[in-house]
């Protein structure tokens, strides 16, 4: 059973920044795209960012995302992290990793079949 497990929210200042990271077990991590995306309350989940298979050469972000975060694998860690500068109070949400049917990188929420329990991402102003 492929198991997702994020770490590193918490309560940051407007400018400032924050890591994510997504520990995978159980399955064959380097073989999927992964995907960070975010809900906001009362909001559907949108994609944040995704990430290729393997060497991950190709990443997807959101417009909102372009320029402050980065998306990046270790697949000796079977691990995807979600660096965010420039943090935003709209940036607020839950975030949430997941790992893709396939190798390439989609925007699409159906595309993903394994889901971590989030964790909250609270940006003061």
């Known amino acids: 059973q492929v198991q997702l497990v994020e770490s590193g929210g918490g309560l940051v200042q407007t400018g400032g920044s924050v890591r994510l990271s997504c520990a995978v077990s159980?399955?064959?991590?380097?073989?999927?795209?992964m995907g960070w995306f975010r809900q906001a309350p009362g909001k559907e989940r949108e994609i944040v960012a995704a990430?290729?298979?393997?060497?991950?050469?190709?990443?997807y972000y959101s417009d909102s995302a372009k320029g402050r975060f980065t998306i990046f694998r270790d697949n000796a860690k079977d691990t995807v992290y979600l660096e965010m500068n420039s943090l935003k109070p709209e940036d607020t949400a839950v975030y949430y990793c997941?790992?893709?049917?396939?190798?390439?990188?989609?925007?699409?929420?159906?595309?993903?079949?394994?889901w971590g329990q989030g964790t909250q991402v609270t940006v003061s102003s």
């Open positions: 997941a790992q893709g049917r396939g190798p390439y990188a989609s925007g699409v929420v159906r595309e993903y079949d394994y």
């Open positions: 159980g399955g064959d991590f380097s073989n999927y795209a």
């Open positions: 990430i290729t298979w393997r060497s991950g050469d190709v990443t």
